[in-house]
């Protein structure tokens, strides 16, 4: 039974960092193409970062590029996102996802804030 659980988010002030979780259950995180995805109020979700299944390979919004960070562990069947020099509008819940057998799976997704 494939399940995402994300954790890590919180209250942060501009420019700090926060780094997100995901642990991974029912599959192996090298096997599957993983990927963060954020959305917030009013607005439609979107990808943030994406991580290709064996090789790693990455690749990340303009929005994030060079200050978010997406990797895994995968003896713990973990991926990460560190996130640095966050600003306001990195305000977001934020959603770690996977896509196996033609079905998309989606965690509770995590709160990050970014306020003074």
């Known amino acids: 039974q494939v399940q995402l659980v994300e954790s890590g988010g919180g209250l942060v002030q501009p420019g700090g960092s926060l780094r997100l979780s995901c642990a991974a259950s029912?599959?192996?995180?090298?096997?599957?193409?993983m990927s963060w995805y954020r959305q917030a109020p009013g607005k439609e979700r979107e990808l943030v970062a994406k991580?290709?299944?064996?090789?790693?390979?990455?690749d990340y919004a303009d929005s994030v590029k060079g200050r978010f960070t997406m990797s895994r562990d995968t003896a713990k069947k973990t991926v990460y996102l560190q996130m640095n020099s966050l600003k306001p509008e990195d305000t977001a819940r934020y959603y770690c996802?996977?896509?196996?057998?033609?079905?998309?799976?989606w965690g509770q997704g995590t709160q990050v804030t970014v306020s003074s």
């Open positions: 996802n996977t896509w196996r057998d033609n079905v998309d799976y």
């Open positions: 029912g599959f192996s995180v090298i096997f599957s193409r």
């Open positions: 991580m290709a299944s064996f090789s790693g390979g990455t």
